[in-house]
């Protein structure tokens, strides 16, 4: 295992994964820098993951798809390693804008390893999806299911895995994980930071949230006829405190040349309906929904092996989905206009009294 001592480059780390992320590599006690364009993120997330840690972050503004800027970050900040997160990542808008996916996640992926090469910095840890694996043929999900993406996203992220191994084939100083995340929810359990999307959600939890707090009447569920236990879909939600300290273990682990791709799951599927009513639980409150018809594109079931994670990294997930909804639940209440709007005074004062663990 490595031991770290390492300034961390986390591109995308101003958004909902990355700032988790961020949180749990400053409690590690590595440095970190984060670059992001913040075309879907807030920059608010950022000082509360140093109000939360207590520790000071670097933070540039820019674009993984400019080369020189990522040049001279990783020159500039003494960079050891990346975690690369930034992407564009909705499903159904890849439909539509193909080459804007392309160009930010493939292209922006190829700049950013130009650069590492360039500035011999050459451990990195990409954020990949379940997504690559397609529509199962068997439950559950091993790391050697056949991979056949279904839409543009979940192509650029296979393509990026295999531009990842044809590197470190051609170089054995790359060493590189690919993990391959299921479905993240869930937030800090300080409620200071968490998943704020912009416009309507796409993804279940933050819909639901939004539902429970009144921001919206009803709860479209698509689907009641899989054949499932309730006729609503499975997922394997993982607690994104849970999926960032994955990243950490990968980095620690990343001690031989190679790829190493790792799926971040539970290994336990929850239905639609399930998730409901934990949330309703958590909440205390009603999540009014109505049946809807499945929405184009989705599996009735899709849930991890997680076994390879314990043996390769070491890791596990350990957190419920009662504490899933819970820990989304008080970010929602805390925040019901995410991070707009927030006055740091306020943050500042509250996370003042977090303890962390109380
Ligand atoms: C989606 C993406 C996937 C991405 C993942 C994490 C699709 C087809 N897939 O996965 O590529 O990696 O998010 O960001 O978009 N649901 C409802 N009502 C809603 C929202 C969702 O019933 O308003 C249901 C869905 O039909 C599904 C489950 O909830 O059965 C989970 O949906 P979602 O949160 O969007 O995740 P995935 O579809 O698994």
Request: aromatic content about 6%.
């Amino acid at each position: 295992m490595r031991k770290l001592s390492e300034m961390v480059l986390v591109t995308g780390g101003a958004g909902y994964i990355g700032s988790h992320v961020c949180i749990a590599l400053l409690d590690a006690g590595l440095d970190v820098v984060v670059l992001d364009n913040l075309s879907n993120s807030n920059k608010v997330s950022l000082e509360r993951v140093q109000s939360i840690c207590r520790r000071a972050l670097a933070f540039r503004h820019a674009d993984i798809r400019h080369e020189e800027a990522i040049h001279d970050v990783l020159r500039s900040c003494g960079v050891t390693a990346v975690i690369h997160l930034a992407g564009l990542k909705a499903v159904g808008d890849s439909n539509v804008r193909p080459l804007t996916y392309y160009e930010n996640n493939l292209l922006g992926t190829m700049r950013l390893v130009s650069a590492m090469k360039r500035a011999n910095v050459k451990t990195l840890v990409f954020s990949s999806s379940a997504t690559v694996y397609g529509i199962p043929k068997y439950l559950p999900l091993d790391e050697k299911h056949p991979l056949c993406p279904t839409n543009p996203y979940g192509r650029t992220k296979l393509a990026i895995e295999e531009m990842l191994k044809d590197l470190c084939r051609s170089d054995d100083g790359w060493r590189i994980a690919n993990l391959r995340y299921f479905n993240p929810v869930g937030a800090h359990e300080s409620g200071l930071v968490g998943e704020d999307p912009l416009g309507p959600p796409n993804n279940l939890l933050p819909f639901v949230a939004q539902v429970a707090i009144g921001r919206r009447e009803t709860l479209q569920i698509w689907g009641n006829d899989y054949d499932t236990p309730d006729g609503t879909g499975v997922r394997d939600f993982i607690h994104v405190v849970d999926l960032a300290s994955g990243h950490l273990s990968a980095l620690r682990h990343l001690s031989r040349p190679g790829v190493l791709t790792v799926n971040l799951g539970t290994g336990n599927g929850s239905s639609v309906l399930n998730v409901v009513r934990t949330f309703e639980a958590a909440s205390g409150r009603s999540v009014p929904y109505e049946f809807r018809e499945r929405r184009a594109g989705d599996v009735a079931v899709c849930y991890a092996d997680p076994t390879f994670a314990i043996e390769a990294l070491g890791w596990k997930s350990t957190r419920s989905l009662e504490q899933m909804c819970a820990d989304h639940w008080r970010w929602q209440l805390q925040n019901p206009d995410g991070y707009h709007g927030s006055e740091l005074a306020k943050v500042r004062e509250r996370s003042k009294h977090f303890r962390r663990h109380a």
